[in-house]
């Protein structure tokens, strides 16, 4: 299974990839996780992309096309992955047709989530991921806010600095300038999806499931 997630920032990728990821048994390449782990790193790509990630910009296409060239040629993608965060712009679109091509994959499917801004005001402000498991959750949904409903972890819960309501309104200005174009760029080069990302977890999973099988 071949699967780009695509929408706005909090539609939801994030979180479906992980359950397509461990249902189809591919791997889940999020660049927004590569480029947070090389920020804790402090390697030299996260130390260009350090101030870019924070202000909720885009990482300059060539850094990113560059990652995901020696992601997708590699062995952990030969039977399959779920792509989350990548392309945001057309020219990171027209280079990924182009390793597809190379690689000869005809059967990529890009899955659309959208959702409203509101929804995503109000599900990135809320949102943490634990540092423990990396379960991303919704504080508006637990009982006990403190603590991983996953791993039962205390204290873990961690909100991203990109998850600040004016960083949000310029991930979402940017994605409406920027990435949003792709999808219609895309419309006819691969096979193509749009799915209501505001649903519960559990629903959407299901139209996604719906679709691919
Ligand atoms: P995400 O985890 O997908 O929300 O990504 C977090 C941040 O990483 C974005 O706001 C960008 O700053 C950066 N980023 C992730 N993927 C890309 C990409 N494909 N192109 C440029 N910047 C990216």
Redesign the pocket.
């Known amino acids: 299974m071949r699967i780009i997630i695509f929408g706005a920032?909090g539609a939801g990728?994030?979180t479906q990839a992980k359950i397509l990821a461990e249902k189809y048994q591919i791997p889940h390449i999020?660049?927004?996780?590569i480029?947070?782990e090389a920020i804790a790193e402090g390697t030299e790509l996260g130390k260009k992309?350090a101030d870019?990630?924070n202000?909720?910009?885009?990482?300059?296409?060539d850094i990113?096309g560059g990652i995901?060239k020696d992601v997708l040629k590699s062995d952990k993608c030969k039977n399959g992955f779920i792509l989350?965060?990548?392309?945001?712009?057309i020219a990171?679109a027209d280079l990924l047709c182009s390793i597809f091509e190379e690689l000869n994959l005809n059967d990529v499917v890009l899955i659309k989530l959208t959702v409203k801004d509101e929804v995503v005001i109000e599900r990135l402000t809320s949102r943490r991921t634990c540092s423990n498991c990396g379960t991303i959750v919704n504080l508006l949904n637990l009982e006990d806010k403190n603590k991983c409903p996953n791993c039962g972890a205390v204290g873990t819960l961690m909100q991203?600095k990109?998850d600040n309501k004016d960083v949000i309104k310029n991930?979402l200005n940017?994605y409406r300038e920027s990435t949003s174009p792709v999808f219609e760029f895309l419309r006819d080069k691969l096979k193509i999806v749009s799915i209501d990302g505001s649903k519960s977890v559990e629903e959407v999973t299901a139209d996604i499931l719906n679709f691919l099988e």
Do not use: C
């Open positions: 920032p990728k994030g999020s660049t927004g996780d480029l947070r992309a870019i990630v202000r909720g910009e885009l990482v300059p296409d990113m995901i989350d965060g990548f392309p945001r712009t990171q991203r990109d991930r940017i």
